[in-house]
T-cell receptor
Framework: DVKVTQSSRYLVKRTGEKVFLECVQDMDHENMFWYRQDPGLGLRLIYFSYDVKMKEKGDIPEGYSVSREKKERFSLILESASTNQTSMYLC??????????????FGPGTRLTVL | KQEVTQIPAALSVPEGENLVLNCSFTDSAIYNLQWFRQDPGKGLTSLLLIQSSQREQTSGRLNASLDKSSGRSTLYIAASQPGDSATYLCAVLTGGGNKLTFGTGTQLKVEL
């Protein structure tokens, strides 16, 4: 079974703090993704990575950066957290064959609150 | 830009009822369509995946259909149970096979 783990289930941070969200997958997947989920807006893609040290902006990258130094680990960084970044953050990974049978496997999520 | 819409946003049914959740998408150039389940405060679990060349997929009491030309999919749940209570999300895979676009979900409650 594919396992995607996220470093924290719940985080509380203060405005202006630098925040790191970590994600690890154990299936040697090429692709990794960061989403945020907000009521009424659904899941929105922040960034994704298709290889080590490679990244692509998603639909809402502003205020975020990412790092992928190792294949199994993908980090989301909030350089200076703001209250509008309070959200559920979900990490996912996929094989990356880009075929019609490809699917993404999701972690349990991190509920981030910025005060 | 791909947009995915799910109707209804919320649904409450008595146990044992058969029900249908709807999903529509604006761009038919998709690799696949997936239905996910999300329990409160948790991540997503993939339920069914229909490839673009397929018409339907079945798993247990769940059946999902895809009409790519009209941009529609339905998820049929037979003999609903309280354990089916969750949010159901529809997503389409596009953009070179890397981009999943999600609907906002249908929140289902199955009552005893």
């Amino acid at each position: 079974d594919v396992k995607v783990t996220q470093s924290s289930r719940y985080l509380v941070k203060r405005t202006g703090e630098k925040v790191f969200l970590e994600c690890v997958q154990d299936m040697d997947h090429e692709n990794m993704f960061w989403y945020r989920q907000d009521p009424g807006l659904g899941l929105r893609l922040i960034y994704f990575s298709y290889d080590v040290k490679m990244k692509e902006k998603g639909d809402i990258p502003e205020g975020y950066s990412v790092s992928r130094e190792k294949k199994e680990r993908f980090s989301l960084i909030l350089e200076s957290a703001s209250t509008n970044q309070t959200s559920m953050y979900l990490c996912a990974s996929s094989f990356g064959g880009a075929g019609p049978g490809d699917t993404q496997y999701f972690g349990p999520g991190t509920r981030l609150t910025v005060l | 830009k791909q947009e995915v819409t799910q109707i209804p946003a919320a649904l409450s049914v008595p146990e044992g009822e058969n029900l249908v959740l709807n999903c529509s998408f604006t761009d038919s150039a998709i690799y696949n369509l997936q239905w996910f389940r999300q329990d409160p405060g948790k991540g997503l679990t993939s339920l069914l995946l229909i490839q673009s060349s397929q018409r339907e997929q079945t798993s247990g009491r769940l059946n999902a259909s895809l009409d790519k030309s009209s941009g529609r999919s339905t998820l049929y749940i037979a003999a609903s149970q309280p354990g089916d209570s969750a949010t159901y999300l529809c997503a389409v895979l596009t953009g070179g096979g890397n981009k999943l676009t999600f609907g906002t979900g249908t929140q289902l409650k199955v009552e005893l």
